[in-house]
Nanobody, 120 residues
Framework: QVQLVESGGGSVQPGETLRLSCAAS????????IGWFRQAPGKERESVAC????????FYADSVKGRFNLARDDAKRTVYLQMNNLKTEDTAVYYC?????????????WGQGTQVTVAP
C-alpha cells in the first residue's frame, strides 16, 4: 500500500508563493506519475499538474501554466508543486496522487490533502 504525505499548505496573500510537497512511500519515483489536484468549496475536483517520473514529462492546467512548476527530489522520494503568483481562485484543498501515468481517469493512491488559502 503506497502512502502519500502532503505538506506546505497555508494562508498567503495574492501574488505570494507556496511550495507543496508530496512524499511517497515507494522505492523509487521513476516508476510512477504523481498528479496534483485541488477541490474548492462547492466545486468539483480538478487536475492542476502532473509529472510522469519516467521521463519528467509534465502537464499543467491552463489556469496555472506559467505560475506553477513541478520538481522532484529522488533521494527524498518527493515531488514538489511550486506555486508562484498565487490568486484568490487558487484557494482549495490540494491533493497529490500516484499512479502509472498522468492520463488515467483516476489515480490509485491519494494523500490526505493540504489547505491553500489565498486572500487579501
Amino acid at each position: 500500500q503506497v502512502q502519500l504525505v502532503e505538506s506546505g499548505g497555508g494562508s498567503v496573500q495574492p501574488g505570494e508563493t507556496l511550495r507543496l510537497s508530496c512524499a511517497a512511500s515507494v522505492r523509487r519515483l521513476d516508476d510512477y506519475a504523481i498528479g496534483w489536484f485541488r477541490q474548492a468549496p462547492g466545486k468539483e475536483r480538478e487536475s492542476v499538474a502532473c509529472i510522469e517520473l519516467t521521463d519528467d514529462k509534465t502537464f499543467y492546467a491552463d489556469s496555472v501554466k506559467g505560475r506553477f512548476n513541478l520538481a522532484r527530489d529522488d533521494a527524498k522520494r518527493t515531488v514538489y508543486l511550486q506555486m508562484n503568483n498565487l490568486k484568490t481562485e487558487d484557494t482549495a484543498v490540494y491533493y497529490c496522487a500516484l499512479d502509472s501515468f498522468c492520463n488515467l481517469p483516476d489515480f490509485d493512491f491519494w494523500g490526505q490533502g493540504t489547505q491553500v488559502t489565498v486572500a487579501p
